[in-house]
Structures are given as structure tokens and as C-alpha cells.
């Protein structure tokens, strides 16, 4: 009896992970189609996992951790996010570069999660759209603290009712914000990298002092909206909100731009962000192992 249902747990096992697979092969296949900077088997190579969670238009959000490794603790956790507007090719794709690098090169310096693709149902259409399937901007639908209305107040007294801009009819009324709010609850980032197009330039909220440059991209302070992620994570959270707009959003940068953009945000991430319980001691030998690396994780 035992022996019977041991098998039947692995029938089980067996048919979750299959599922599991076909789900991850099902939107690498829809992203391949739609990028052309990203194939089907580059996608799927990079081993992304199914979150559990589902954009409006019940499309799997997928999700990839770089884990601490063993004998050695991180010196801080990083959450990268990809793709939170659909229309911003550069901003999926190139998260799908830095993933190949962490593949290679993952050093444990940093414990990762990496969300290569937050807005599904804006990107995966035959018209892609900055807003979800709800025709709401995520970058929008953040908790925007104690005043629950500033988000719409702001849209119509400031944006004059922009469709493109529209928070939703209440903070977390979408399913992928309420995914990443809830990620960021879980994770307990130490900061967060937010990649979007086409301003060509750094943002940044929260503690530390913000980066001069990465790569060719230098910092202008664009300011926070209410229910924007760096109002949210940045300004109410106190974590440090990296945004990376990059100069286009249907044109990647050259692959010495992507590399050196990576390289200085490793270097900056280094210096200015740990963890509360990183020992001095220990930063110390993450230090001399990065030197090794070359700055690449």
C-alpha cells in the first residue's frame, strides 16, 4: 500500500512538472514570436519558472532566481524588473541578456530574483500597449500610501484622463501589481531594478546616494507619481529603486552598452547596497571574489 502510493506522488510529481514546462515553453514561444532580440530557445533556456501568479488575461508571469550559493551569504538581495509596459521591447529583452550573463557567471555576490516580463498581455498582442489587459499603466497601480484616491486624483487633475497613464480604479486592482507588491513583500529586496525605455537616462528613489552613469546612461531625477513603484518601494518602503531607461524602446543597445551598463550596476550595487546582517569581514571577501569576477555578479 505503502509502495502504491509513493508511485502515485510521483505520477503526480511528474505530471506538475510537465505542466510546469509546457506553461514556461507556451509563453517562451509567444515572447520568441514577438521579439526579435529574443529567441524561443534563449528564453526557454534560461530555465524561468512559473510564479503561480496571472496577469488580467490569465498569462503565466514567470520568475528566475539566482539563489545564494552554498559556504557563502550574499551580500544583499537584488529584484530586477522587466517589461512592467508592454511597449518597451528594450526593457524585456535586455533583462533576457543580463540572464544569460548571470548564467554564466553567477558568483553569489548577490541574491537575485529577475522578472524578465511583468505586463504579458500588453507585450504578447498583435499591437503592443504600455498598459495590461485592463487598460491600466502597472507603473500606476501601486499602493500610493495613506491618501487611497492620489493615484486618480492625479490622473485627472495632472494627465487630463491620458488612457496610456490610467491607475486603475483603485490601488492593487491588478493582478501582476498586486504579484509584485506581494514579491517584494516576500523577497524583502535590499533594492530593486526597474528597466524601462525610451528616456535614455538613470531615475532613482530611495536611500543611498544615486549612480552618476551607467554605461552611457546618466542621472536625471524624473521625480515619483503616486502608485508608481518608486513612490511605492522607493519613497514608503525605503528601498533603493534603480530605474534604467534605455534610449529606445524597439532598439537595443549595442552589446558593449548592455555589458557595460551590467558592469556599473554590479559596481554600484557592490559599494552602496547590503544587507543589515552583511559582517564588514565578510564584505571584505566578497570584495576580493568580485575583483575575480571582473564585476560581472
Known amino acids: ?15 506538475t512538472t510537465v505542466q510546469a514546462d509546457t506553461v514556461v515553453s507556451d509563453t517562451c514561444r509567444q515572447i520568441g514570436n514577438k521579439l526579435g532580440s529574443v529567441s524561443f530557445q534563449e528564453c526557454f533556456s534560461n530555465q524561468l519558472t512559473d510564479s503561480g501568479y496571472r496577469s488580467n488575461q490569465n498569462k503565466a508571469l514567470l520568475i528566475k532566481e539566482y539563489p545564494p550559493l552554498k559556504r557563502r551569504k550574499p551580500q544583499a538581495k537584488i529584484l530586477v524588473l522587466g517589461g512592467i509596459h508592454g511597449d518597451e521591447y528594450s526593457s524585456v529583452s535586455i533583462v533576457f541578456k543580463w540572464m544569460n550573463t548571470l548564467n554564466k557567471y553567477h558568483s553569489g555576490l548577490f541574491h537575485w530574483k529577475v522578472v524578465p516580463l511583468i505586463n504579458p498581455d500588453g507585450l504578447l498582442r498583435k499591437h503592443s500597449r ?12 501601486f499602493s500610493p500610501g495613506n491618501n487611497k484616491q492620489a493615484s486618480l486624483d492625479y490622473w485627472k487633475k495632472r494627465t487630463h484622463k ?13 493582478p501582476e501589481s498586486r504579484w509584485i507588491e506581494q514579491l517584494i513583500e516576500d523577497f524583502k529586496p535590499d533594492a530593486i531594478v526597474a528597466i524601462h525605455a525610451p528616456y535614455g537616462i538613470l531615475d532613482f528613489d530611495g536611500p543611498h546616494k544615486a549612480p552618476n552613469h551607467f554605461g552611457p546612461l546618466h542621472l536625471k531625477l524624473l521625480g515619483t507619481y503616486p502608485g508608481s513603484l ?14 534604467i531607461e534605455l534610449p529606445y524602446a524597439g532598439i537595443m543597445p549595442s552589446k558593449r552598452e548592455i555589458s557595460k551598463i551590467w ?27 568580485v575583483k575575480k569576477f571582473k564585476d560581472i555578479d
Do not use: C
Not at 500500500?1 to 505530471?15: A, G, T
Not at 491620458?162 to 491588478?174: M, V
Not at 518608486?230 to 534603480?242: D, E, F
Open 230 to 243: 518608486g513612490n511605492y518601494a522607493g519613497l514608503q518602503l525605503g528601498k533603493p529603486v534603480i530605474t
Open 162 to 174: 491620458d488612457k496610456r497613464r490610467y491607475p486603475g480604479p483603485s490601488p492593487l486592482s491588478e
Open 130 to 141: 504600455r498598459t495590461n489587459g485592463n487598460g491600466v499603466d502597472l507603473n500606476r497601480n
Open 263 to 289: 558592469v556599473d550596476l554590479i559596481r554600484w550595487l557592490k559599494r552602496n547596497v547590503r544587507s543589515a546582517n552583511t559582517s564588514t569581514k565578510l564584505l571584505k571577501a566578497e570584495s576580493e571574489t
Open 1 to 15: 500500500m505503502l509502495q502504491f502510493k509513493h508511485s502515485l506522488f510521483l505520477v503526480f510529481l511528474l505530471h
